[in-house]
């Protein structure tokens, strides 16, 4: 089974530039997350969508990074325009949407941005 | 609202030493709760997963352990080796399909 694509691995910007991520999660995953991780924090929920649909993006800020799923598969995280302190790991997960004891969430390799 | 933590933040130990690492939650109304593996720079490996109904799962090294009574979980890695060096995080599904990390513990295991 292959796990979930994370597009591209690094990237280096600078500010106020624009810059956007790709992520394909795992085949029947209907369940899709975006999470932010700034050095030495725990992962932090951006944006969460079941299908195409968006479930919870109340920790995205919308003034700056959007993100779509197309036909709720792939998706897309946009920022824009960017700031130092978007410098970060962008994560993707993905699970199956039915939330069952044995529902388990499985990650990408990340992307590492660094906004200079 | 959920929280999760972890503690120590860092942990130091000598190549052989058992260890145990830290997780807590605040709601007790919790799914499952996963142990992830993060190298620098990396994505989240996941090492264990222990639904509401267990108490404890075990793969190779590591056990990890579920109280939703007392709100924790324990990571028990044994016979530790530096190639365990990495952070350790926990994060516990709650309604929604949500997941609420906490903020790792870095673990260096010296040679």
């Known amino acids: 089974e292959a796990g979930v694509a994370q597009s591209p691995r690094y990237k280096i910007i600078e500010k106020r530039q624009s810059v956007a991520f790709w992520c394909n999660p795992i085949s029947g995953h209907a369940t899709l997350y975006w999470y932010q991780q700034i050095l030495g924090q725990g992962p932090k929920l951006l944006i969460q969508?079941?299908?195409?649909?968006?479930?919870?993006d109340s920790q995205l800020p919308k003034d700056r990074f959007s993100a779509e799923r197309l036909k709720g598969v792939d998706s897309t995280l946009k920022i824009q325009p960017a700031k130092l302190e978007d410098s970060a790991v962008y994560l993707c997960?993905?699970?199956?949407?039915?939330?069952?004891?044995?529902?388990?969430?499985?990650f990408g390799q990340g992307t590492r941005l660094t906004v200079v | 609202k959920q929280e999760v933590t972890q503690i120590p933040a860092a942990l130091s130990v000598p190549e052989g030493e058992n260890l145990v690492l830290n997780c807590s939650f605040t709601?007790?109304?919790?799914?499952?709760l996963q142990w992830f593996r993060q190298d620098p720079g990396k994505g989240l490996t996941s090492l264990l997963l222990?639904?509401?109904?267990?108490r404890e799962q075990t793969s190779g090294r590591l056990n990890a352990s579920l109280d939703k009574s007392s709100g924790r979980s324990t990571l028990y890695i044994a016979a530790s080796q530096p190639g365990d060096s990495a952070t350790y995080l926990c994060a516990g599904r709650y309604n929604f399909n949500k997941f609420y990390f906490g903020s790792g513990t870095k673990l260096n295991v010296k040679p």
């Open positions: 969508f079941q299908n195409n649909g968006v479930v919870d």
């Open positions: 997960a993905s699970s199956l949407p039915f939330l069952r004891d044995s529902t388990e969430a499985f």
């Open positions: 709601d007790s109304a919790i799914y499952n």
């Open positions: 222990i639904q509401s109904s267990q």
